[in-house]
């Protein structure tokens, strides 16, 4: 290779290894399994019409008008043959479903500006990075019920933002197919959950007083998708299952423990995020990168004209906002699906402030760091992408379940549990204990109960067709 790399070298190196790291999280759902509501929302969708199913959903536990329908007609109503083949290749076509959409997003906001190399290779830094710190990879896309709820969401979101970055590129012209595919991809995404729906509504207000201040009046495509998102969040908002659901929860709509605990949670997620990770070294690398291109980058004209405070406080409100949909109707913090999304959008707005503030500040107050040459740029970054994507916290144990066949022993326990029960409905057994079958370390699965009345239990035994067979696991060993 030579004492020194080009650029193009670097950035096929580069590419090589984000891709090699990324196999590793499509080889790991070779290995998942259903689980939890993965069975009920099965059984539920075998046995019920879809319309007459989605109805009862919306009147009596959350009004998700469209994630439900990919629940009930998942993989697994298929049958388990088919459908846990089906069920693993859900989780590789969102994985690179998130990463095209991360591609189409740059590809928007920075045309030919940034070579298409650049932009796969950012794109894969930040699918990487998010798969690095996400705190329940599972719920994030492996887990069929969380990933179609949360996670396609995020990913379609992408395609939702990059389009409105094109439209006011274009100074705010667009086509009937554009505005066909932001009305479609509004409701597609508002429909899927809570938080999306109302992360939805803030965004058109947003862009609504964009617009304003842009042009001094108040643009009708602007207006209209305000319109359809607000409609949207109504539809959802409405559902009377929302009371039914929230009934269970006994510490909803306190105000002052919403408050507290939104602060609380914004300051432990993003410490975290900021400070027990790589994070700010990738960030740090952006900034160094573009102070390279100096005034010829394509966002130093942007970045200059941001509002460096509006800039600073975006990421943390994001984070903010997401925690309180997630206790003022539950009073919890509960499953992490909600923090998957913020992480999902903090990366992106803590690394926009980042940029903002060295141009606007840091620059002008002649902060600068010490003379780095290309060649050493290069290999620290190639060596920070190494040691954060295969080595440290969560990728270090998805090498480790690889590696050592951790993920392969716990596929092989799983399925002999399903030949077990197989067999015990066949012999109409009442009684069924599954040996103890030890988890991924870098996945958090929703273990079966010690009791087999516990809803997990019921769901497995309804889905082999016998709601009376009793089934428990062998404690751990």
Partial sequence: MGASMSTRTFSFVLLGILLAALARHLWLAAYVHPFGDDFSYA????????????????????????????????????????????????????????????????????????STIAQWSIALVFLLFFLHRMPDASEGFYWYTGSMTYQLPNALSLLLLGNWIAFFRKDGSSGIGWSIAQVLLVIVIAGCNELHM????????????????????????VIGLLFVSVACAVVVFAA??????GALFPHRHELLRTIGY???????????WLFLSTGVLFSLALVIQQRAFGANSPLHSVLLRMNKWLALVLPFALVFISMVVTYWPTGLLGQYRTVNVALFYFV??????????????????????????????????????????????RDGRVSSDLITGRAKKYDQGVTKGYRLITGAVHEELDQLQLPFVETPKSLHILPLD?????????SLANYFGDPALNITVAPAQ
């Fill in 43 to 114: 059984v539920a969708g075998m046995h019920t019409e879809l319309l007459l199913r989605l109805a009862v959903e919306y009147d009596s536990w959350n009004g998700r008008y469209f994630s439900n329908i990919l629940l009930l007609r998942g993989p697994m109503v298929l049958g388990l043959q088919k459908g846990l083949v089906i069920y693993r290749c859900a989780a590789i076509v969102l994985i690179l479903f998130t990463l095209f959409a991360a591609y189409r997003f740059l590809q928007q906001a920075f045309g030919n500006a940034i």
């Fill in 262 to 272: 939104a602060f609380a949670q914004t300051a432990r997620f993003t410490g975290t």
């Fill in 198 to 221: 109302a992360l939805l509504v803030l965004l058109h207000l947003a862009l609504l007083v964009f617009s304003y201040q842009r042009i001094r009046k108040h643009d009708p495509v």
């Fill in 240 to 245: 009377p299952g929302n009371d039914t659901r």
């Fill in 348 to 393: 992106p707005a803590c690394c926009l402030a980042m940029l903002v503030w060295d141009v606007q500040v840091l620059r002008t107050a002649r902060w600068s760091f010490r003379d780095l040459d290309q060649r050493t740029f290069q290999w620290a970054f190639l060596l920070l992408c190494v040691i954060t994507f295969f080595f440290l916290g």
């Fill in 450 to 458: 010690t009791s087999p009345d516990h809803w997990t239990n019921r």
